[in-house]
């Protein structure tokens, strides 16, 4: 079993800056990958930054040059530096984390339990 718990949310004006953290606890072997989503109300979920385990990142075109993700292996721990928010980046953020853990090794997939941003004036 793996638990997440996400933090750093919160209410921001537009222009500010958030950092969200989400750390995983358990039975963890090894994690291939780290990532953030969000969800809008009436939106789907979307990819919003991932980082694989060699440190390859990604990101929605949305968020490139003003989201930064990072992670910290020895404390299975993922990050998400947001600058320059904006009223359309106003979601619930959530973490997921994939990898192989458990007494035979298993591959699991779990997702944090969400944080809401919102970008306001």
């Known amino acids: 079993q793996v638990q997440l718990v996400e933090s750093g949310g919160g209410l921001v004006q537009p222009g500010g800056s958030l950092r969200l953290s989400c750390a995983a606890s358990?039975?963890?072997?090894?994690?291939?990958?780290m990532g953030w989503y969000r969800q809008a109300p009436g939106k789907q979920r979307e990819l919003v930054a991932g980082?694989?385990?060699?440190?390859?990142?990604n990101y929605a075109d949305s968020v490139k040059g003003r989201f930064t993700i990072s992670r910290d292996n020895a404390k299975n721990t993922v990050y998400l530096q947001m600058n320059s928010l904006k009223p359309e980046d106003t979601a619930v953020y959530y973490c997921?984390?994939?990898?192989?853990?458990?007494?035979?090794?298993?591959?699991?997939?779990?997702w944090g339990q969400g944080t809401q941003v919102t970008v306001s004036s």
């Open positions: 997921n984390i994939r990898g192989y853990g458990g007494r035979y090794g298993s591959f699991f997939d779990y």
């Open positions: 358990g039975n963890i072997i090894s994690i291939l990958s």
């Open positions: 980082i694989a385990s060699g440190g390859t990142t």
